[in-house]
């Protein structure tokens, strides 16, 4: 199956499928390269780098391997990236390959984007967070003290190549992890997908190809419309503007980019209830849904002001606002700019530990 995102400047193909031989001399998607850098960690290395590379064909291939996990998407990984591609003398017609799940795509992309002052890359995402999600749409960045990808770019790669082959050495946490985004786009996209969801396990390879291919439209389709986010794309965040807080304020160490999310998606919803956006039941529905994949739904809040001043960090608060992405319902969302500090805090007075 092949999903088409289509740009102004940088349309490409989503492909999902077992990967195809890759011949990079111009006959694989009109892309032609000589020189191509592997960005991978010792995890996915270890257990599909191999079948990968059994599918290249290019005049070099090298491979640089950075360590695994949240807490090194850091400036000092891009510059072990970026020194690899100087020792082996990488040009602007050269090409990066990310390899692994949303922390390796968007480091790969980030690196891409500032090398030479910007050269081409391609997503094989190896996560099913990163399949659904996070490989999809030119977000690049890494994170710092101060939050989550507030250092970064808008680069898109020249193709997305999806193998749901690789999510049979995915462990089952991070499994679910993935599930929490295919949820988050059910609930403020499409009801119905939602009610699919609800009866059908993702356990099931089929389900997890329908799953997959379902996120993946959707997201070609919000990207297509609005790929820089000023306007629909925000509503892809919902659950991200609490959830990047969890993060912060846990190191990046104890929680899943994914299970904050899930995390952020009960916190909105308390929030929306609150504000008469969706009913307690719905609320229950979409939380029962997550807890059905062990995705953690529970938090304890120390510090609901200093939880508040953190949104402040995020790239979506604009002129001292913070831009909230709320349910409407279960299928519909809404954009928010508008809610009172004191509503926002008794939502989060319900989470205090």
Sequence with gaps: MTVH?????NSYDILIDKLPNISFDGSFLNLKYQKIVIVTNPTVSGYHLDYLLSKLSAKDISVVTIPDGEQYKTMSTIEQILE?????????????????????????????SIYQRGIDFVQVPTTLLSQVDASVGGKTGINNKFGKNLIGAFHQPKAVLIDPYFLTTLPKREFGAGVAEIVKMAVTFNKE??????????????????????????????????????????????????????????????????EAV??????????????????????YRIKVL???????????????????????????????????????GIGDCQIRDDIEKEKVLEALSKFKG
């Excluded at 995102?5 to 400047?9: A, N, P, Q, S, T």
């Excluded at 591609?85 to 891409?112: E, N, P, Q, Y």
């Design 262 to 283: 899930g995390i952020g998606m009960i916190m909105a919803n308390v929030l929306a209830v609150d504000l008469g956006n969706m009913s307690q039941n719905e609320a």
């Design 5 to 9: 995102i289509d740009l102004v400047d």
């Design 84 to 112: 690899h591609c100087f020792t082996h003398r990488l040009d602007r017609k050269s090409l990066l390959i990310a390899f692994g799940g949303g922390v390796i795509g968007d480091m790969t992309g980030f690196a891409a």
């Design 290 to 328: 997550l807890e059905s994949y062990d995705i953690p739904t529970s938090y304890k809040i120390e510090d609901v002001n200093e939880f508040y001043d953190h949104f402040f960090l995020d790239k979506k608060s604009i002129n001292d606002k913070i831009k909230f992405i709320l349910a409407f």
């Design 193 to 258: 997908f939602f009610e699919w969801l609800e009866n059908n396990r993702l356990d099931n390879e089929e389900n997890i190809k329908k799953a997959i291919a379902y996120s993946v439209q959707t997201k070609a389709k919000v990207v297509s419309s609005d790929e820089k986010e000023q306007g629909i794309r925000a509503a892809l965040n919902y659950g991200h503007t609490f959830g990047h807080v969890v993060e912060n304020e846990t190191n990046y160490d104890t929680y899943l980019h994914g």
